[in-house]
Structures are given as C-alpha cells and as structure tokens.
C-alpha cells in the first residue's frame, strides 16, 4: 500500500470518527436517544440564528484588514466570501477554506497571493490567539485543578500564548523570515521568497494600535456570541453550567479539535474533550449528555453555518468561484 500524504491524512480522519462511534458506544446510544427526545428545538433556533450575527462580525473584521491594505474590498463580497469559504472548509479536509479567501482576494482585487494571504492569516491569528488564551486557561482549570502548576508548564503556557503576537509586528516578521531564507536549502529560491515575504510584511505593517483595539473587539464579541450559542445547545438539552465555566471548556475543547487526528470539524476530539471537562464541573456530567452536547453544537454552529454558507455561495463573488476550482485542483495535484 502506497502512503501518500492523501491516504495518510484520510486514515487521522478515521481515527477521529472512529473514536467518536467508540465514545458514542461507551456512553450508551439508548441513554443519547432519551436525550434527543427531549430536546428543546426552540434553543437550537436561536443558536442557528446567532451564526449570521457571530460569523458576520468576523467577516467585517476581514473586510477592514482588507481595506487597511489599500485592497478595495465591499462588506457584502467579504460576507458572502467569508461564508462560503466556511462551506468549504467544512466539505473538505485540510482546511482549504482560508486558502481560498486568499485566492479570492487575488482574483478580485488584483494583487499577489502573499498580499492577500496576509490578511487571512491576520484574521486568523486573532481568533486562534483569543482560543489559545481562554483554552490554556480551560486546561489548566479542568485539567490541572486542585495540583500545583511547575514552572515549566506554567513558562510554556505564557510562551504559547505570546508566541501569536510575533504575526502582528512587521519588525520581528521581516527578522525571522530573514533568517530562514539565510538557510543553505533554501538559497536557489530566496530571490522569490524574499518578494513574497516583502509582499506579506507590507499586509502586516497596516495593523496600527487602533486597528488592533478595533480587531481584538470585533473578535471578543463574536466569540460571546459563539459562547451564548453553546449555551443555548446545553439550554435545548436541559442541562446549564456557569458561563465562566463553559467559556473556558468551550476554547479548550475547540484547540485542541485543531489536532491532526481530528477529522473536518473536530468529530471525535470535540466530543472526548468535553466528556472529560463535563465530568470535572458543578454538577458533572454523564457521558451521554457530554456527547449529545457535542454533536448539537456541530449540528447548530457547522451544519447550520454551512447551510448559511450554502445559500451565501450562490451568491458568492465569481473570483471565489474560481479561487475554489483553483486550490481544489491544485490541492489534488499535491497529494496524489
């Protein structure tokens, strides 16, 4: 059997749905399908209708890093974009969604790929930062309560959670990437990378204070809203936990689901974190109730959003359409 980076990346997929089925056995089917009967729908509506609002607020945060690069970017297109790219995303491995919203921005408005790809990554520093912080936080709440912290885990704790900042300065951008196409594997091409890092460092030059403080606060209120809409998942299933509480095992819980072996949307590992974390709460909770708690949040915020995204794409920018058919093909190409 030959393994290609394909075969290797569908077998930790795998293994992410098949600890699912593992865990959904382990708990008991009867005992979730008691749950599901009981299930108020009126709290899974007003969770479905908070993704508008929360994945919006993340699109106008795209729509201005846009515009701050002198990138003529409206509001609509980046909603419809932003949406659709979700779509993608949850359709296919390997997160191709935020790739493509780079290439869209190529096509669009005309500019480099490392251009338009600073923007995304820009975007996405910030909502990975705010889920580093707050899931650190989790883990040390749930997973380390009632221990004394060693230095050690505490100085890496502190290291992970600053090491995103270094994406947002210019300055230490240009002197890290300067020392990497220093390297000798990398001489016959330092010409090339050095265009696109000058390309992408000038994206990041544009992240003054005010449009950090702008962006740090257009993220904290989406991510409320997120919170509320795992709140109104737990409300449908008749159960409730402090809102500091779920705050922290919700981040926690959406990090690590960033793993490798976690298939598209974090089937599996979302749901073994927050069986551990439910079980460490005021009152604990059933294995059951852990894992209907997972699978309503996938089913409120990724199969809700992704119909969204669905509609959103219709509609979607014609760049868009084409930057998908580009990275997909692509994509292709590189894993066979």
């Given at each position: 059997?030959?393994?290609t ?5 569908r ?11 593992g ?12 749950l ?14 908070l993704?508008?609002?929360q ?8 729509h201005?890093?846009?515009?701050w ?6 509001y609509?297109?980046?909603f419809?974009?932003y949406?659709g790219?979700?779509?993608i995303g ?13 290439v869209?921005?190529?096509?669009e ?7 338009g ?7 996405r520093?910030?909502?990975m ?5 707050l ?7 749930f997973?380390v309560?009632g221990t ?7 100085t ?7 090491l ?7 300055r230490?951008?240009r ?10 594997a990398l001489?016959g091409?330092?010409d090339?990378?050095?265009e696109?890092?000058d390309?992408f460092a ?5 992240l003054?204070p005010?449009?950090?403080?702008i ?5 904290i ?5 997120f ?12 159960f ?11 981040a926690?819980s959406n990090f690590?689901s960033?793993?490798?072996i976690s298939?598209?949307?974090?089937l599996?590992?979302?749901e ?6 439910l079980?460490?709460?005021t ?10 708690f ?9 199969v809700?959003?992704?119909l969204i ?6 509609y979607a920018?014609?760049g868009?359409?084409t ?12 894993t066979?």
């Amino acid at each position: 059997m030959k393994f290609t980076r394909k075969t290797v990346i569908r077998i930790f997929h795998w293994l992410g749905i098949l600890m699912l089925i593992g865990l959904i056995w382990w708990a008991g089917p009867g005992e979730m399908i008691k749950l599901i009967r009981k299930l108020d729908p009126w709290w899974l509506l007003v969770g479905f209708l908070l993704n508008i609002p929360q994945i919006g607020l993340k699109a106008y945060r795209w729509h201005l890093m846009v515009n701050w690069q002198g990138m003529r970017f409206t509001y609509p297109q980046a909603f419809l974009s932003y949406f659709g790219s979700l779509l993608i995303g949850f359709i296919t491995p390997g997160r191709l969604g935020e790739m493509i919203k780079a290439v869209t921005l190529r096509n669009e408005c005309k500019v480099p790929m490392a251009r338009g790809l600073s923007s995304v990554i820009l975007d996405r520093v910030f909502d990975m930062y705010l889920l580093l912080t707050l899931g650190s936080l989790g883990i040390i709440r749930f997973a380390v309560v009632g221990t004394r912290l060693s230095w050690p885990a505490f100085t890496a704790t502190c290291v992970l959670m600053f090491l995103p900042l270094a994406f947002l300065n210019e300055r230490i951008f240009r002197k890290a990437t300067g020392v990497m196409i220093s390297l000798p594997a990398l001489k016959g091409k330092s010409d090339w990378l050095r265009e696109q890092i000058d390309h992408f460092a000038s994206g990041l030059a544009v992240l003054t204070p005010r449009h950090l403080v702008i962006s740090v606060a257009l993220t904290i209120t989406a991510y409320f809203i997120f919170f509320v809409q795992c709140l109104c998942c737990a409300y449908s299933l008749g159960f409730t936990l402090p809102f500091r509480d779920l705050v922290m095992m919700m981040a926690a819980s959406n990090f690590i689901s960033l793993v490798p072996i976690s298939p598209p949307n974090g089937l599996g590992t979302r749901e073994a974190c927050l069986t551990y974390f439910l079980s460490r709460t005021t009152p604990p909770q059933v294995p059951a109730t852990a894992i209907s708690f997972g699978l309503t949040i996938f089913l409120v915020l990724f199969v809700g959003g992704g119909l969204i995204g669905w509609v959103c794409w219709i509609y979607a920018p014609m760049g868009m359409r084409t930057a998908a058919k580009e990275v997909t093909e692509k994509r292709k190409l590189t894993t066979e």
